[in-house]
């Protein structure tokens, strides 16, 4: 039974090969014309949203840019849109309507997405159908995904007349095991995989070995409301989603020395998130009420970095922090946790950042009383970090985009014309 099972899945995979070769044929011409993006949630206020944004502002200056938002749960974006990029939704779950077929698929686990993805709770057999239609109605162009379970989805259905471009916002070792299998297998299919980091790029290209082409391509800086942080505010700053990863429990407990040393010192955790009613009572619980304020999150970061003189990183792992390119494009003196991947490459000890082992609450504490004290120490990170900021610069960024998608569009032509050739 186990034989004749495996033989008609084999049988079934073969008529799916069959059937997306006969529908790339009938294709138009490859194209970077249009280029579409997959979300998670367009409307929703993450680092991946920003980049995502910022990336598909400068894409339309040159192509037709729209992106697919597989959720809509608030009714607009939180972060500006460049009028050119087109958004649309998958699964309007403010608006439902009455579909008996969406209510009942709605309740099911969605099959599409591994288990283990980090959002998989967000998915169900509607999105999964909605998904699935969107990516095989495309048959030129350019899809990318920017999450693993997106990715995995267009690696598996998209045909192969459609360029795609996976881009990965977390790096490959903190994914589950399982997730990571399906990546080495699936991931093969895709045109071409983005890392963010070098580190991330060398863990791929040792994972899929004969697969897509690796590239390293970093975040851009987004544009910013405002002026330089004078650097004389006596406030402290840090953004981000309020998970366990992003450790501000441990940045509150190391604010616990820095409000003892310096008590007219005042921290700003701006964001939100499930840890936040915990953060609340740790704060209470600690006596820093006054002195680490959680404002919430804003859509105008630059106006809050302003008022700021430090940025301080406390987060177990980071891919690559949008939050540290804007605080140095802002001209604050940065202190970080010393994390893999983003922070580690992004970030030079002593020039433009102060650099903290991983997880030392104490040493955290130490080096934002450092700078605290040393103004010119400040001053000098801030200058360190404006110099750095300059390689992220948006138009720098988008020629590494461009380039790629030449490239792509370069190996499509000429894998046309070799098809052609007697």
């Known amino acids: 039974m186990r034989g004749l099972a495996r033989r008609g899945k084999s049988a079934m995979a073969r008529l799916y090969r069959g059937y997306n070769r006969r529908r790339a044929r009938q294709a138009p011409p490859p194209s970077t014309r249009q280029?579409?993006?997959?979300?998670?949630?367009?409307?929703?206020?993450?680092?991946?949203?920003?980049?995502?944004?910022?990336?598909?502002?400068?894409?339309?200056?040159?192509?037709?840019?729209?992106?697919?938002?597989?959720?809509?749960e608030?009714?607009?974006?939180?972060?500006?849109?460049?009028?050119?990029?087109?958004?649309?939704?998958?699964?309007?779950?403010?608006?439902?309507?009455?579909?008996?077929?969406?209510?009942?698929?709605?309740?099911?686990?969605?099959?599409l997405i591994p288990p283990e993805e980090s959002a998989y709770h967000r998915f169900n057999l509607w999105t999964d159908l909605k998904l699935g239609r969107f990516i095989r109605s495309l048959d030129t162009g350019v899809l990318m995904a920017t999450r693993p379970g997106l990715n995995l989805a267009v690696a598996q259905l998209a045909l192969p007349s459609v360029i795609t471009i996976g881009q990965e916002h977390v790096a490959l070792r903190t994914q589950p095991e399982s997730v990571q299998k399906l990546i080495k297998w699936r991931y093969r299919r895709l045109n071409a995989l983005v890392s963010l980091t070098k580190a991330d790029q060398r863990d791929y290209r040792e994972a899929l070995p004969k697969g897509p082409k690796l590239?390293?391509?970093?975040?851009g800086v987004p544009p910013m409301t405002?002026?330089?942080?004078?650097?004389?505010?006596?406030?402290a700053v840090a953004v981000g989603r309020?998970?366990?990863?992003?450790?501000?429990?441990?940045?509150?407990?190391?604010?616990?020395?820095?409000?003892?040393?310096?008590p007219d010192w005042r921290l700003r955790i701006l964001g939100a998130g499930p840890q936040e009613d915990k953060l609340r009572e740790q704060i209470a619980e600690a006596g820093l009420e006054g002195k680490v304020e959680l404002p919430g999150p804003?859509?105008?970061?630059?106006?809050?970095?302003?008022?700021?003189?430090?940025?301080?990183?406390?987060?177990?792992?980071?891919?690559?922090?949008?939050?540290?390119?804007?605080?140095?494009?802002?001209?604050l003196a940065i202190v970080s946790f010393n994390s893999?991947?983003?922070?580690?490459?992004?970030?030079?000890?002593?020039?433009?950042?102060?650099?903290?082992?991983?997880?030392?609450?104490?040493?955290?504490?130490?080096a934002v009383i450092r700078v605290i004290e040393d103004e010119p120490l400040r001053r000098r990170l801030a200058a360190g970090g404006l110099e750095t900021v300059r390689t992220y610069d948006i138009d720098k960024v988008g020629e590494q985009w461009?380039?790629?998608?030449?490239?792509?569009?370069?190996?499509?032509?000429?894998?046309?014309l070799k098809a052609l050739s007697p």
């Open 298 to 331: 804003t859509p105008d970061i630059g106006a809050e970095l302003e008022k700021a003189s430090i940025y301080v990183m406390s987060s177990r792992h980071e891919g690559f922090s949008m939050t540290i390119l804007e605080a140095m494009a802002k001209g």
């Open 340 to 366: 893999p991947h983003g922070p580690k490459e992004m970030l030079t000890d002593e020039v433009d950042a102060l650099l903290v082992k991983p997880r030392t609450n104490a040493n955290l504490a130490a």
């Open 35 to 72: 280029i579409r993006i997959l979300l998670l949630h367009a409307n929703g206020m993450g680092g991946t949203i920003r980049t995502v944004f910022n990336l598909a502002g400068y894409l339309a200056e040159r192509h037709d840019v729209e992106i697919v938002s597989i959720l809509r």
């Open 226 to 235: 405002g002026d330089l942080a004078k650097l004389d505010a006596k406030v």
């Open 402 to 416: 461009d380039a790629l998608l030449d490239d792509l569009l370069a190996r499509r032509e000429r894998a046309a």
């Open 215 to 219: 590239v390293r391509i970093p975040n």
């Open 242 to 262: 309020m998970t366990r990863i992003k450790g501000f429990h441990r940045l509150i407990t190391a604010w616990e020395q820095v409000a003892e040393a310096h």
């Open 74 to 111: 608030a009714e607009e974006p939180f972060f500006p849109i460049d009028p050119r990029v087109r958004l649309t939704y998958l699964d309007d779950r403010l608006n439902p309507g009455p579909d008996p077929v969406r209510a009942m698929l709605s309740k099911l686990p969605s099959k």
